[in-house]
């Protein structure tokens, strides 16, 4: 990997929710121009990694909850705290959110390899099942099938992603007042009632379970879904 302009200290710089996003999407851009930037973005290899699964979410969040208000600073923190970003928020009648969490409603391994696919491939299947044979030491084959798949499929496999995201945190203890981002592929769900419905439906059921945090919020990865709910705790 060549030396990059990607350190800690670039990705923890703190932002106003006004600019966070666009300053987000300018760092990915300047990594894209790098000789190893697309695929360190793809298959989030190093720091890369820590710039697409919690510093773009973030952004995504800030200029929708935030209101991209300059009133409002964000910085990432990495590292093995208990929350991805801390948050400023001077407005006399702010939300009252002081931490960030992010987590990814993702297929794990199988998303790893969608992503691996596409860089070798230059296409991907975004619902295809995927099949790998062999290891990396051995020789690694991945094949993503190209079988239609149902609407009630879809929304079965949405529901699961999401649930699992949330299941991830729920046994963890989080500072007073933080907010939940969890990270989604809306490639299908961006503008379809039924999938939206879908989703709040679940982000509703495990409300009684997220009593640690303020409140839990859905971010589209590709086309900019946003739906929001406050807990009881929130203030």
Not at 187 to 206: C, G, K, Q, W
Request: glycine content about 6%; charged content about 30%.
């Amino acid at each position: 990997m060549v030396a990059s302009f990607l350190t800690p200290e670039v990705l923890e710089e703190p932002h106003s929710a006004k600019d966070y996003l666009r300053w987000a999407k300018s760092l990915v851009q300047r990594l894209k121009a790098e000789p190893d930037g697309l695929e360190r973005i793809r298959l989030k290899i190093g720091l890369a990694k820590d710039l697409m699964n919690e510093v773009m979410p973030i952004g995504l969040l800030a200029s929708h909850y935030f209101d991209e208000s300059e009133e409002v600073q964000i910085g990432l923190k990495i590292g093995n705290q208990t929350y991805d970003a801390t948050v400023s928020d001077t407005r006399v009648a702010g939300p009252s959110v002081s931490y960030i969490e992010v987590t990814l409603a993702h297929e794990g391994e199988a998303e790893y390899l969608r992503d691996l696919h596409l860089h070798e491939t230059g296409e991907v299947s975004a619902l295809g099942s995927v099949t790998k044979h062999g290891t990396k030491r051995t020789g690694r084959t991945v094949t993503i099938d190209r079988e239609m798949v149902s609407q009630t499929e879809v929304l079965k496999r949405e529901r699961d992603l999401v649930s699992k995201a949330i299941d991830r945190k729920l046994s963890k203890r989080y500072p007073p007042k933080t907010l939940l981002i969890i990270g989604f592929d809306d490639t299908m769900a961006f503008d379809r009632s039924d999938n939206i419905a879908n989703l709040n439906d679940v982000l509703t059921e495990y409300l009684p379970k997220l009593k640690a945090f303020h409140s839990v919020a859905i971010v589209g990865l590709r086309q900019g879904l946003f739906l929001c709910m406050e807990t009881n705790d929130a203030i």
